[in-house]
């Protein structure tokens, strides 16, 4: 559980700090594409850690993690900041898929903070 922890919280800064150099200029996207992608592959691989590695692949395409898994996966340069926030957040929920009952509590947290 701490290893997927910690890989997780990497995969966050990693991802965090690729999308801070969008900001600085003359370090280009090639550096942001380099720290968002090493941050992605650290969040899956912190999944690994919790069911392994042919648990993780066997269950990326089911019924209730297909869109996550969709959204994680798809690519597009014209909208690549909204893509990349909705590909973290599409990662949060299928990392909760793992937790028994993590859904259901975000669901009714977020519920009733909008309702």
């Given at each position: 559980m701490k290893a997927a922890v910690i890989c997780f919280l990497i995969g966050v800064a990693s991802s965090v700090a690729g999308t801070v150099t969008l900001n600085i200029p003359g370090v280009g996207l090639g550096v942001f594409a380099l720290l968002f992608s090493v941050g992605?592959?650290?969040?899956?691989?912190?999944?690994?850690?919790?069911?392994?590695?042919?648990?993780?692949?066997l269950t990326m395409c089911a019924k209730e993690r297909a869109f996550a898994t969709f959204l994680l996966l798809w690519?597009?340069?014209?909208?690549?900041?909204?893509?990349?926030?909705?590909?973290?957040?599409?990662?949060?929920?299928?990392?909760?898929?793992?937790?028994?009952?993590?859904?259901?509590?975000v669901s009714k947290a977020c519920s009733s903070i909008c309702c």
């Open positions: 992605n592959l650290c969040s899956l691989l912190s999944v690994t850690f919790l069911i392994g590695p042919k648990n993780q692949i690519d597009n340069s014209v909208a690549s900041l909204v893509f990349c926030i909705l590909q973290f957040l599409a990662f949060l929920w299928y990392l909760l898929s793992y937790v028994p009952y993590a859904r259901t509590g």
